[in-house]
């Protein structure tokens, strides 16, 4: 404790320092998965649900197939929306002390490690001016891992207080179990504590365990842990991998030095590097892997020849592969993340400081030349974390930033696509959604993405052919095809009358395939029966749309089209009182006051024709002689 208590300005200095260089990111929005886990997780709403974010895996999502075990970091997003609802400020405020409290515990641990509280200072800089730590502190979905390398960093400078030679004391006991625990629900790179632990006795102390009670403990964390999170690893490793384990290891092989490049020159930062994936199945030994590996052994080698005199470099190394570990192991979507360097970066700081030391104690002009090195390194990193920080400031921002640096990548050019069309610039959206699918044509979001901003415009198949595309890519997506019915419903308005009837059975298929999937949708009812009508056949679409009317019964839309059917039945006085439900449910749709109008003229009630066609806001359409049904859904 002394050594964390000991220099109140130090300790002032080093919370000071990292909030300095983030506050321009205190109104940085939501980004990427920040809308599925935060925004559009109603589950984050209230407090009173923060119970069940500890047993069901699904509360972490709007989507299902996102679900994760990170409770306690779903109940710091609820906290921060107790607080702040969805203004930012709250959020990235908790992550900016949340990573000052980090620098805080580099600087304790690398000044005990180190026996130097200089050292300890100078690793606490490097680390909270780090400019490759400002995607985990930007990125509000990134908490995890802010969380997760927090209580990694306590439970061992915890650990490193325990007296020598000596048995953990209760109180050590429930402080590193209980930081362990608090890891584990916040990410799973906290599993890493105990091998971090075993390799500081090992490495830097040269001793064996003694405490087998402790490390007992602990591995009964992680084995509860793992049974927790076992059906999530067995997808992810075994029966739903998105690479094959010789490819994951290849990469990674590469990935371990290019980490390494970022963190010590940390240019050309990016939410989405161009790092390619080693295709193992027809290059077992490709010249870029191979030289990862032997790099990594060249630096396994240094660490275990120099570990007698210099135990530290090999420790710090430990420290940095074993953090890398999780990620590494364990196939994931994306191949690199800045993010997942949190943990590795003070470990990288540590090194650096210790080499720093070892530079000025070769006499004063060595310390000269090392401490004017270290003041300008610091700047730089100061203003690259400043610099990034103002990328993240907006989607097209980010983006953008990404596609100029990463120009093969595909998903850069899409979430470009997604910033522009939020500003209404379709046709910018449409080229670069374009750009995507030339760099990735297996792109399924972007076909469909593509195909939706293409609907209405001539050539018509050209939303018809991309949303073909994607379904063929994801047939287990009902929003795609959905969007597919849209576009042939689209190019049926737009063909002669007697060339509609095959797009429209081709829409009608789609329809019924996104209904399949989604059952309980009441959009796609009304579209399945208004599809129906077009084709002629009211008497099947009025069984859709009263299944529509059951699941939204205040949706006037629904009423509409049960009104149109009974009129194509010629069930007169059945299609007025639907119509009239309509506008009682909205009494703003024009479209039932037109329909109301026509079919009360036709009865000879003009006064109520003449007050409905009043009601109605735009000019009356040509009848049709059935009525006017609603707009697709």
């Known amino acids: 404790m002394r050594s964390l208590l000991d220099g109140r300005g130090v300790r002032i200095l080093l919370l000071l320092v990292p909030l300095a260089a983030y506050v321009n990111s205190i109104s940085n929005p939501f980004h990427y998965d920040d809308f599925h886990s935060i925004v559009d997780n109603e589950h984050i709403r209230s407090l009173a649900n923060v119970p069940s974010f500890f047993v069901d895996p699904g509360t972490f999502s709007s989507v299902p197939d996102n679900a994760m075990y990170r409770p306690l970091l779903l109940a710091s997003y609820a906290l921060n929306y107790a607080i702040s609802g969805y203004d930012v400020w ?62 990694v960093l306590v439970g061992f400078w915890a650990f490193l207080l325990r007296p020598p030679e000596r048995r953990l004391p209760p109180a050590g006991l429930v402080l590193i179990g209980g930081s362990y625990a608090a890891g584990l629900l916040s990410k799973s790179v906290a599993i890493v504590l105990p091998a971090i632990l075993l390799a500081h006795e090992l490495i830097v102390s040269r001793r064996r365990p003694s405490d087998g009670r402790f490390y007992g403990i602990l591995a009964a964390l992680a084995v509860g842990y793992l049974a927790v999170v076992g059906r999530f690893l067995h997808k992810a490793v075994a029966s739903e991998p998105v690479r094959s384990y010789a490819e994951q290891l290849f990469s990674q092989g590469k990935a371990m030095v290019f980490y390494l490049k970022l963190l010590a020159w940390p240019a050309g930062l990016n939410v989405d590097h161009q790092f390619q994936l080693s295709n193992s199945a027809l290059k077992p030994f490709d010249p870029a892997a191979a030289g990862a590996l032997l790099f990594g052994l060249s630096l396994l080698f240094f660490c275990w020849y120099h570990r007698r005199r210099h135990p530290l470099p090999g420790f710090f190394l430990a420290v940095a592969l074993l953090a890398l570990a999780p990620a590494s192991l364990v196939p994931l979507n994306v191949l690199v993340n800045e993010h997942r360097l949190y943990l590795a970066s003070a470990a990288f700081a540590w090194l650096v400081a210790y080499v720093v030391l070892r530079v000025v104690a070769a006499g004063p002009r060595w310390r000269l030349i090392g401490i004017a090195v270290m003041v300008v390194a610091l700047l730089g990193l100061a203003g690259g974390t400043v610099a990034r920080n103002r990328v993240w400031a907006s989607h097209h921002a980010l983006w953008s930033d990404a596609a100029d640096k990463a120009p093969l990548m595909a998903r850069p050019h899409f979430y470009v696509a997604e910033a522009l069309a939020e500003r209404g610039d379709d046709e910018g959206a449409i080229a670069a959604l374009e750009r995507a ?197």
């Open 437 to 633: 699918i030339r760099n990735d044509p297996g792109f399924a979001a972007a076909h469909g993405r593509l195909g939706e901003l293409l609907l209405g415009r001539a050539p018509a198949h050209q939303a018809v052919d991309h949303l073909n595309r994607a379904v063929r890519l994801e047939p287990d997506d009902p929003g795609l095809w959905r969007l597919l019915g849209d576009s042939y419903r689209h190019r049926a308005l737009q063909a002669l009358p007697g060339e509609r009837e095959q797009d429209w059975n081709d829409g009608l298929i789609a329809y019924q395939r996104a209904l399949q999937l989604r059952p309980e949708e009441a959009g796609l009812y009304n579209n399945v029966g208004v599809i129906l009508q077009e084709l002629g056949r009211p008497k099947e679409a009025m069984a859709y749309h009263l299944r529509a009317a059951t699941l939204e019964p205040l949706d006037a839309r629904a009423q509409i089209n049960i009104g149109a059917a009974h009129w194509m039945l010629g069930a007169v006085d059945e299609a007025i009182a639907a119509f009239e439900d309509a506008v009682e449910i909205d009494p703003a749709s024009s479209m039932a006051w037109h329909n109301l109008a026509t079919l009360y003229s036709r009865a000879g009630m003009t006064g109520k024709a003449r007050a409905a066609l009043q009601r109605a806001s735009v000019p009356a359409r040509v009848d049709t002689g059935h009525g006017e049904v609603s707009e697709i859904d």
């Open 90 to 151: 709250s959020y990235h405020l908790a992550a900016m002390l949340m990573h000052a409290a980090s620098t805080l515990l580099v600087f304790a641990i690398g000044s005990r490690l180190l026996g130097d509280r200089a050292g300890g200072l100078l690793a606490a800089l490097l680390f909270g001016l780090h400019p490759v730590n400002s995607e985990s502190v930007n990125y509000i979905s990134s908490r995890s891992e802010l969380a997760g390398g927090l209580f």
